[in-house]
């Protein structure tokens, strides 16, 4: 039995777009055709990412001159997995271990003594365990220290 719990495309993107955006909080709004261009995501995609960030509440936008999009909070108040979440909806690997979208399987003929059921219950923590523990501001100090560890090593060309 092979489990899968993806990141979907609309999901890296947003994280993408949110790491610049905490990035370069301190520029204030930043437009989406240069985090598009920066980050190599489609316009029209992240428009729409932005917006329903937005209205989740992790975005601000302002119009005019001037104008963009910056974070609503601090990046070290973001968790990786209210974003995920307000995007693609519950983190859970299966229906019957989520805390927001429970649904019974309907093969499921002991819920309460179901063993799949209760490693998927194992793996759904783990996942929150570490997407709940993660910020956006973790993420940029990540990535900080992983440029700076693949800059200092040497590369040999022959």
């Known amino acids: 039995m092979m489990v899968f719990v993806t990141l979907t495309r609309r999901g890296k993107y947003a994280l993408r777009a949110l790491l610049y955006l905490a990035r370069h909080r301190e520029r204030g709004p930043i437009l989406i055709h240069e985090i598009a261009a920066q980050e190599r995501i489609p316009k029209k995609f992240l428009e ?3 917006l329903e960030l937005k209205n ?9 001159k001037g104008g963009g999009y910056y974070l ?14 307000s995007l ?5 690997p299966v229906r019957c271990v989520s805390q927001t979208a429970y649904a019974p399987c ?4 002991d819920e309460a003594s179901c063993v799949l059921r209760s490693v998927m ?4 923590e783990a ?4 997407l709940e523990g ?6 940029v100090e990540r990535e900080d220290r992983l440029r700076l560890l693949t800059s200092s090593v040497p590369t040999f060309d022959i």
């Not at 693609?88 to 859970?92: E, H, N």
């Not at 309907?106 to 003929?109: E, F, H, N, R, T």
């Not at 996942?127 to 570490?130: K, P, Q, R, T």
């Not at 993660?134 to 993420?139: A, F, I, K, N, R």
């Open 106 to 109: 309907a093969d499921c003929l």
């Open 134 to 139: 993660l910020s956006l501001q973790d993420l």
């Open 88 to 92: 693609d909806g519950p983190l859970a």
């Open 72 to 85: 609503e909070r601090d990046p070290s108040t973001v968790s990786l997995a209210s974003i995920l979440r």
């Open 56 to 64: 989740t509440g992790v975005l601000v936008s302002r119009k005019g």
């Open 127 to 130: 996942i929150l365990g570490v």
């Open 121 to 124: 219950a194992e793996v759904h």
């Open 48 to 50: 729409a990412i932005l």
